[in-house]
């Protein structure tokens, strides 16, 4: 079965010309690697132009979007499909559900709160989808840099800080998936916490 990556970015473009570039980009490299999109099904901006680029290239895109955001013509009319949901929590959970991998291109705060959300998430294995931060110029390094200091101050384990990538290459990415799906991680949440309980 084809793998998928969600991808959190902007509904904006950004002032720079660069950051759509980049989309595209990254559009072209999923199709190109057999991977499919998933993401929050908008027509505008970084989403847009991630969306088109994996159709263009004859890849699948799969749009998650609250009914509101659709009354608001914001949704993408070509996608392979798109679910209409209620919330945007239930939006972030059905992505988390229907991908593999999860990635970060810039974006406001909503994309730094749902990557952050996949990140924790991962963290206490409550999603088995590693977490990519695409960091462009530079965009992520303040969040890359207060992670780190998590760790150094202890807020934050080595190994779970580890288990982040930020990068801006498309071949540390590819690494960083082809050594997930050569090991993958399955965490079983629910038989750790019973297991703990009994220990008590």
Excluded at 65 to 71: A, H, I, Y
Excluded at 127 to 149: A, E, R, W
Excluded at 195 to 200: A, I, T, V
């Amino acid at each position: 079965m084809k793998k998928k990556i969600a991808v959190y970015c902007g509904a904006n473009s950004g002032f720079d010309e660069k950051y759509i570039a980049k989309a595209k980009e990254l559009g072209q490299w999923m199709v190109k690697h057999d991977f499919s999109l998933v993401y929050g099904g908008g027509k505008l901006g970084l989403m847009g132009a991630v969306a088109n680029a994996v159709l263009d290239a004859g890849g699948e895109a799969y749009g998650v979007m609250p009914g509101f955001l659709v009354n608001q013509e914001q949704a993408h009319p070509g996608l392979t499909k798109l679910e209409v949901v209620d919330t945007m929590p239930i939006r972030k959970a059905k992505m988390l559900e229907l991908a593999d991998f999860c990635l970060a291109l810039p974006g406001g705060p909503g994309t730094v709160e749902e990557i952050s959300e996949a990140f924790s998430l991962y963290r206490v294995g409550q999603s088995n989808n590693p977490v990519v931060m695409f960091n462009q110029d530079g965009y992520y390094t303040g969040i890359q840099k207060q992670y780190d200091l998590m760790v150094e101050q202890g807020f934050l384990s080595k190994s779970d800080r580890n288990s982040l990538l930020f990068t801006d290459s498309f071949v540390e990415l590819e690494d960083f998936i082809n050594e997930h799906l050569a090991h993958p991680r399955v965490f079983d949440f629910k038989n750790v916490m019973i297991d703990s309980q009994k220990n008590k």
